[in-house]
């Protein structure tokens, strides 16, 4: 029995309401409990910040698409991959880093959980083996549904339970966590070489909507009552003008409600909002309507987003979005990948550099960070950056920083080329707003658990959760004035303790700890009708044998797996 | 300008990394400290002083540091890497990647260089008397941003990928080169006094090349528009101006569509 006591920090656990009290936090073997024997091992925090572990919600961190990333920009990893250590491997690569660097970077950031957002279904055994080279983190992943024939044939034909009947057989199969969108029926329109950019634009063949799909997916995911609602990359992505459509998938969530055991109350979870909230009709008088599309969120209490930060660096954009990066190369010139993944996605990678002293690429910093700063509810907004499509993970703390300083966001926004034009097309110079702590563990802790309906695990301090724990060289009575030092803060925690192990000391790996890949397993009443039509298009259409479809058990040797029973 | 000398005394069983012979590394050492740096010999992280006698006197700054290497350098690689000043004089070969991601000063290698000569170059001047293989003045593996300024000079042949991605500056092959020159180049120019067997300027966008032998096999991309006489090295030539690669895109300036040009000695 292993027993830690985290010792005088000053806790922040929003799920508590816990707002600075100087308080310990005891371990025992990987839960947090009341309190701990004398013999426990002592952890010193007086002075320092200690929050739970984080949880991202959207990263594309495991699977073809990166792994095609890493291979096509070798570039990635040179000069900046950093020498070998000893008894860790090595960590390679900037915005597509190797798994080991992955795992690293997260723990080193005090992240416990990482949700891999894309995860084309076919392809899954791929996914599963890379979570499993990562360490550290736990991690589960979103099979992608909207572009999915079966789907597109059901919810054409309005036929729910069938839908979910699918749905739930596909989440089994590839051990993943819940239903994912990307670019509704675009990206199979993306087959005939077209793109659905609005909401009533019908997907070719299958003459189904947009809206059709993400409605019927939305309530095929209540009836299923999966710990995680819908979790959408809307139509448009990247379009200068395209916040209307943002505005009118949003509303297709009104009047839903959520129906689950796991403490969830949105129905729509919509990502990387920054590439989506872009006013204007060209790149010429492109502007932000961060305001406009807030002003939505925060009255809509039933969804729930995620920033896509930009962070200003070069990377990768990799999305199931097939039509957007073939779009994106026709702008950029640079080297574009693509592949078409037979009856359910498809997926594209093109190197992208967000440049300070572009334009377009300033007003887009300054887009994520306003949807940050107009939140009215940060149990609703989380922190991230769509890594690496907006910015590496790793950027994180530098997102917080901006979040929690106008300073600092004055001081970037000095450097750019057209800051007064960045200026005018935004409302960053104005907002005096700075989140405080409590607030940044609500959008980077308690609220994502709550979002993925796993507070009963993480995000929190409370006796019962997961053991972990981290520790921040931040004094919450006398925040640092230059915010750099909440940067570094965030970048390497003191101490970071995993599943009840330290993981990180003094911002280093202590050790690989004990990695966990969660999967829903949603058990509906046997459907013939379905079970006959995979048949069917395994036979048909697929390349592959639906005996070798399946993620094998031997691929996800870590699991913990969340039941969902829809019989009762 | 003070000059260092190394002295080769031992060949390594494996190839050495020496990233550190640079006059920037160099300059305002003693020859003791200057045999106190890193090479490398696989993983192994060895001294400069494990293979090279070190004498003479490095100057202040890299551009007042001058480096002979007095003996073969065939086993030893990155020669001058990120150099931004100063002069190496290699007597003799030397391996892959003399002079890469180099910003500014001269290398000159008496005899031949391997592979990656050059290579994503900024500034500065390589001379080779010998011949050079592939990857002359090339971008980085996967790197869209080759060569950016600088002047290459191999007096006898070149292999394949010579300029791939360039960006701007000159590279000049005395002899003959084999294959693929300045790929998907979007400027510079690369002089080739001898034949090339083909895929010359292949998705290449702008820039120049000149090719005052032959070319084996022309890529169907470039089209001949005119016959023109120009300067090439100090000496003049008629030559077949054609454009391309018409596969490409074509960007514009001034209202005009830009191509990149392929001049060969007209027959
Ligand atoms: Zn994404």
Redesign the pocket.
């Known amino acids: 029995m292993a027993e830690i006591l985290v010792k005088n920090g000053y806790v922040i656990d929003p799920a508590q309401k816990i707002d600075g009290d100087v308080a310990d936090v005891a371990i025992r073997d990987d839960k947090i409990v009341e309190s701990v024997s004398s013999g426990a091992r002592v952890i010193d925090a007086r002075g320092k910040v200690v929050m739970a572990g984080a949880l991202d919600v959207?990263a594309?961190v495991a699977g073809p698409k990166v792994n095609v990333g890493r291979l096509f920009r070798p570039e990635d990893k040179l000069f900046k991959s950093p020498e070998a250590q000893p008894n860790y491997r090595v960590e390679m690569g900037f915005s597509v880093p190797s798994t080991f660097k992955t795992g690293y970077d997260y723990a080193r950031m005090g992240y416990a959980f990482v949700m891999e957002?894309?995860m084309p279904p076919l392809h899954s055994p791929h996914v599963h083996e890379e979570i499993h080279d990562t360490p550290i983190i736990d991690q589960a992943a979103l099979p992608v549904f909207a572009n999915n024939w079966f789907v597109l044939e059901y919810l054409k034909k309005g036929e729910i339970e069938n839908s979910a009947a699918y749905v739930a057989w596909l989440i089994r199969a590839t051990k993943g966590y819940g239903i994912k969108l990307v670019n509704p029926g675009g990206t199979e329109a993306w087959g005939w070489g077209l793109n659905c950019l609005k909401l009533d634009d019908p997907v070719p063949f299958f003459d189904v909507t947009p809206a059709e799909i993400i409605t019927g997916l939305m309530k095929t995911n209540e009836y299923l009552g999966l710990p995680h609602s819908i979790h959408i990359?809307q139509n448009s992505l990247g379009d200068p003008g395209n916040y209307t459509v943002t505005l009118d998938s949003l509303k297709l969530a009104k009047g839903m409600k959520a129906k689950n055991k796991f403490g969830r109350t949105q129905v729509m979870h919509s990502?990387?909002l920054q590439f989506h909230s872009y006013g204007g009709d060209s790149w010429a008088n492109f502007e932000s309507k961060a305001k406009d599309v807030m002003n939505y969120v925060n009255q809509q209490k039933n969804i729930t987003i995620d920033l896509g930060c930009v962070t200003l660096d070069e990377t990768t954009t990799m999305?199931a979005d097939g039509p957007f990066e073939h779009h994106l190369n026709a702008l950029n010139h640079l080297k574009w990948a693509n592949t078409d993944v037979e009856l359910e996605t498809a997926a594209g990678v093109v190197p992208y550099i967000y440049d300070k002293d572009i334009k377009v690429c300033g007003i887009q910093w300054a887009i994520g960070l306003e949807l940050g700063l107009f939140t009215k509810d940060c149990m609703r907004t989380f922190i991230t950056t769509?890594h690496p499509?907006a910015g590496p993970f790793f950027r994180y703390p530098r997102v917080i920083k901006w979040l929690m300083s106008q300073k600092a966001r004055e001081a970037t926004l000095e450097t750019f080329k057209h800051r007064d034009k960045v200026i005018d097309a935004t409302e960053i110079h104005g907002i005096d707003r700075e989140l405080t702590l409590y607030e940044i563990a609500q959008m980077t802790r308690a609220g994502p658990a709550k979002a993925l309906g796993l507070a009963g695990m993480y995000g929190s301090l409370a006796p019962g959760m997961d053991a972990n724990v981290a520790v921040f060289n931040l004094d919450y009575k006398k925040m640092p004035s230059n915010p750099e030092k909440i940067e570094q803060a965030f970048q390497r925690a003191l101490w970071f303790i995993k599943s009840g192990e330290i993981v990180v000391k003094d911002g280093e790996i202590t050790s690989h700890g004990n990695k966990r890949t969660l999967w829903v397993n949603a058990k509906v009443k046997e459907n013939p009708q379905v079970v006959r039509d995979i048949h069917e298009k395994f036979i048909k259409d697929y390349t592959v044998n639906l005996d070798n479809y399946p993620v094998r058990d031997y691929l996800a040797p870590n699991p913990f797996v969340i039941d969902v029973d829809v019989e009762a | 300008m003070a000059t260092v000398t190394l002295t080769p005394y031992k060949t390594p069983e494996l190839f050495l990394e020496c990233t550190t012979i640079t006059p920037d590394a160099f300059c305002g050492k003693a020859p003791q400290e200057i045999a106190e740096l890193e090479v490398r010999e696989g993983k192994t992280k060895l001294r400069m002083g494990d293979y090279f006698h070190v004498e003479g006197k490095a100057g202040k700054t890299p551009e007042e540091t001058e480096i002979q290497i007095l003996g073969d350098c065939t086993r030893v690689k990155y020669i001058g890497f990120k150099m931004t000043g100063g002069a190496i004089t290699v007597n003799g070969n030397a391996d892959m990647y003399v002079g890469g991601w180099m910003k500014g000063g001269k290398i000159h290698v008496t005899g031949n260089v391997h592979s990656f000569c050059g290579i994503a170059m900024e500034g500065g001047e390589i001379l080779v008397d010998g011949k050079a293989e592939n990857y002359v003045g090339c971008a980085y593996r996967g790197d869209w941003r080759g060569m950016r300024g600088g002047t290459i000079r191999i007096r006898g042949s070149a292999g394949n990928d010579i300029g791939t991605f360039m960006l701007g500056g000159t590279i000049i092959i005395e002899k003959n080169a084999f294959i693929h020159v300045s790929t998907h180049a979007e400027g510079g120019t690369i002089i080739i006094k001898g034949n090339v067997e083909g895929r010359v300027g292949g998705q290449m966008v702008k820039g120049d090349i000149y090719v005052l032998g032959e070319v084996q096999y022309m890529l169907p991309g470039f089209q001949k528009i005119e016959q023109v006489e120009k300067e090439v090295d100090g000496a003049k030539v008629k030559l077949d101006h054609y454009i391309g690669d018409l596969g490409e895109r074509h960007p514009k300036s001034k209202g005009k569509e830009i191509y990149a040009n392929l001049f060969v000695r007209a027959t």
């Open positions: 959207h594309h957002a894309a990359h990502t990387h999305t769509d499509n």
